[in-house]
């Protein structure tokens, strides 16, 4: 019977409540002590409730707060999103500031050497480490 009436009176939950949950959230109100008025919500269709002065509808109060939480984890999705980037960020720029310092020692050995297999072995360190820095630009 109750279920009856609170398909006809409340008409509007979308996607976010099913009628079960609704019914469990309007009787747990009943429960609190929260008288059911004869007004409706404009928004979902539900009856409104009077608790300490307050009229309310308990239906729009509860999707209010599943948005809130629900808007709170995807800013801390976000968030630590962010900080691994800034987390990768860094350690490309540490790998990037790592090859340029062997880049550059390398160079200060190859101005240094005199035997011809030994430039070659540098020249081609060097041409690799090259290759490297511009991958991971």
Do not use: Q, W
């Not at 959230?25 to 539900?46: D, F, I, P, R, Y």
């Not at 691994?84 to 860094?90: A, L, Y």
């Not at 041409?127 to 991958?135: D, E, G, R």
């Amino acid at each position: 019977m109750i279920k009856t009436v609170i398909d006809n009176l409340c008409y509007n939950f979308g996607e976010n409540m099913k009628n079960d949950d609704a019914i469990k959230v309007l009787s747990n109100e009943l429960l609190k002590g929260a008288k059911m008025l004869s007004t409706h919500c404009s928004k979902c269709g539900c009856p409104l409730f009077e608790k300490d002065g307050k009229i309310y509808c308990p239906i729009c109060e509860k999707l209010k707060n599943k948005e809130t939480i629900e808007k709170g984890e995807n800013e801390k999705e976000i968030k630590n999103e962010i900080e691994r980037k800034k987390s990768e960020i860094n350690e490309i720029l540490d790998l990037n500031k790592v090859v340029m310092d062997k880049i550059n020692y390398l160079v200060m050995k190859l101005k240094e050497e005199d035997e011809v297999s030994r430039i070659r072995e540098i020249a081609e360190a060097i041409y690799v480490l090259i290759k490297l820095k511009k991958k991971i630009e």
